[in-house]
């Protein structure tokens, strides 16, 4: 396995990927068990991961990955990343979630682990419409 080369692989899948190449590309990026893990979901296996997937292209527009920095060592990696979209359902505002992977490739070089980092409440939650009020009135208490 070459980590360089499944990183790089990885990285063009997350910025150029659309309901069409998640289709044509997951079963060769990811292990057939992998584990996926963020703020809101925690799977294994290639169906329910491209359900995450389908369900972002589903609620989200236009929403696009921008890797911003990656660094690896063995077979492991860690990406920062930026998360562009627009709300269907809120607003027709851009939005912009930043946040980090830790990645685990297996020996044939798919991702086996994928752990999503990142804060639901100051990158999505104080973004939406009454949500995002009690949310800033509650880190304004807190912070106090």
């Known amino acids: 396995m070459n980590a360089e080369r499944s990183l790089a692989r990885l990285v063009r899948f997350y910025e150029g990927l659309t309901p069409a190449t998640l289709a044509q590309q997951l079963a060769g990026i990811y292990a057939a068990d992998a584990y996926f893990k963020d703020p809101f979901n925690e799977v294994r296996g290639l169906a329910p991961i491209a359900a995450i997937f389908t369900h972002m292209f589903d609620q989200l527009e236009a929403p696009r990955f921008v890797v911003t920095g990656h660094v690896s060592q063995g077979a492991q990696a860690f990406l920062t990343w930026e998360f562009q979209f627009k709300l269907k359902r809120f607003s027709t505002a851009p939005q912009c979630i930043r946040g980090a992977t830790h990645i685990v490739f297996d020996v044939e070089g ?32 807190v912070s106090r």
């Not at 991702?111 to 009690?134: F, I, M, N, Q």
């Open 110 to 141: 798919k991702v086996s682990r994928h752990r999503d980092y990142w804060d639901a409440a100051e990158e999505l939650y104080e973004k939406l419409p009454l949500v995002g009020t009690l949310m800033r009135w509650l880190k304004r208490l």
